[in-house]
């Protein structure tokens, strides 16, 4: 064989080599491999339970295994960063919440962006309900927005920055002005209201009903989802905030791949979760840990979670103000 014919085929030995690497990942064969699943927070916490749960139907679902990892630090975002690195195969997938969002908008240095993400579907969420102290003139919804625009910024309300976004959606909606008092824990938060520092406070679903009626009225959802019919007559019927017509948002546990995943593999993994919160065990297992699936497919999770990132970088510009 001549030299140059030697050099011919090299060539085109390492440009199919080049090509064969650089070749788009093909939805039909995903996922052929280990799928690592990021739980950006430690052991025992919602994202790892949620994380280890699924993992336990993988093999019947996909036919890959799941290994989780707990990556914490820096409220989830080292976990974030470590998805980033990795290929945009969806072969490192995580799941998390609203709090490295939080934190990203937050911090003045942010290593990156809180829109870095493929989101691939929601699989839960809670609703937000913001609590007054019961028998005032404003313990009710009209009441309070009558008594909060004759008194602009003198009603205090304590949360913490996941149920403060939906208050502050919900109240700027009302056209209302109230003082908003960040806490690091729900419980400092309802210690201080139950003690009369603040005059309202932002919670979940799980906290209000603790507290309604002895201690506390229920105002409004002010989250996008709306109440059960009998947890809402438990609480009293609050309004809900998306009924009224104002702005709502989705605090979600969500599903995410590297940005630059194909959107192929992004839709096929949405409907194999979607497979796996189906299993029987998985739903008995988030029986048991007091867990809501809340599937919400790609497209409208993608869109919920731009509405999302927008109200908690408002929020986040109020507070600094």
């Known amino acids: 064989m001549t030299s140059w014919l030697k050099k011919i085929m090299v060539a085109a030995t390492l440009v199919w080599s080049v090509a064969i690497l650089n070749a788009p990942v093909q939805a039909g064969d995903y996922p052929d491999k280990t799928i690592t699943w990021i739980a950006p927070f430690s052991a025992g916490g919602g994202a790892d339970r949620w994380s280890r749960t699924l993992s336990t139907v993988a093999f019947d679902v996909l036919g890959q295994a799941i290994r989780v990892r707990n990556i914490p630090g820096a409220s989830a975002t080292v976990g974030w960063q470590e998805m980033l690195k990795r290929p945009a195969d969806g072969y490192t997938v995580m799941l998390t919440s609203p709090t490295p969002i939080i934190a990203l908008s937050t911090e003045p240095n942010a290593p990156f962006k809180p829109t870095d993400a493929k989101v691939v579907c929601y699989i839960s969420a809670f609703r937000g309900i913001i609590l007054v102290k019961p028998n ?150 988030l029986k048991k840990m007091g867990e809501e699936i809340i599937y919400v497919p790609r497209a409208q999770a993608q869109d919920e979670f731009k509405d999302m990132v927008k109200g908690i970088q408002e929020v986040a510009t109020v507070l600094k103000k």
């Open 136 to 285: 005032q003139k404003w313990s009710d919804w009209k009441g309070f927005v009558a008594y909060a625009k004759a008194n602009p910024g003198k009603i205090t309300l304590g949360s913490t920055f996941s149920e403060m976004v939906g208050a502050q959606l919900a109240f700027k909606s009302a056209g209302v002005k109230v003082k908003l008092i960040p806490y690091s824990s729900t419980s400092d938060s309802v210690t201080d209201f139950l003690g009369g520092h603040v005059d309202a406070i932002g919670v979940t679903e799980s906290t209000a009903l603790n507290l309604v009626p002895e201690k506390a009225s229920a105002l409004i959802n002010v989250t996008t989802l709306p109440l059960s019919k009998k947890i809402s007559e438990k609480l009293g019927n609050p309004p809900h905030a998306k009924a009224l017509g104002f702005k709502t948002i989705n605090f979600p546990r969500w599903v995410a791949v590297h940005p630059d995943t194909p959107d192929a593999i992004a839709d096929k993994l949405a409907v194999k979760i979607k497979e796996m919160l189906e299993q029987k065990s998985v739903k008995k297992i």
